[in-house]
């Protein structure tokens, strides 16, 4: 059974950082393309980043270039996200998506002070 489980959300101020986890089992996570999406309230669905299955390929959303990483450790089935200089309008529950579409279940992120 493919699962996706995120990690690592939480409160944090404007211009403060965190780093996302999702941890990945039940699939050859070497072998999938990731993605991290974002859902605001009240809002749509919105993509954020992706990494190719090597890690060698990365792309972002305008909102968020400069600002966040994605990365993935492949020997540890674990994709990541690290945040920085978090603004007010990233507050969103995150989620990992693999290339097949499976979900995870996300983890919510706020930044406000």
């Known amino acids: 059974e493919v699962q996706l489980v995120e990690s690592g959300g939480g409160l944090v101020q404007p211009g403060g950082s965190l780093r996302l986890s999702c941890a990945a089992f039940g699939f050859t996570f070497s072998s999938y393309a990731m993605t991290w999406v974002r859902q605001a309230p009240g809002k749509g669905l919105e993509w954020v980043s992706d990494?190719?299955?090597?890690?060698?390929?990365?792309g972002s959303a305008d909102s968020v270039k400069g600002r966040f990483t994605i990365s993935r450790d492949n020997a540890k089935n674990s994709l990541y996200l690290q945040m920085n200089s978090l603004k007010p309008e990233d507050t969103a529950k995150y989620y990992c998506v693999n290339a097949e579409g499976s979900w995870g279940q996300g983890t919510q992120v706020t930044v406000s002070s």
């Open positions: 990494i190719s299955s090597d890690g060698v390929y990365t």
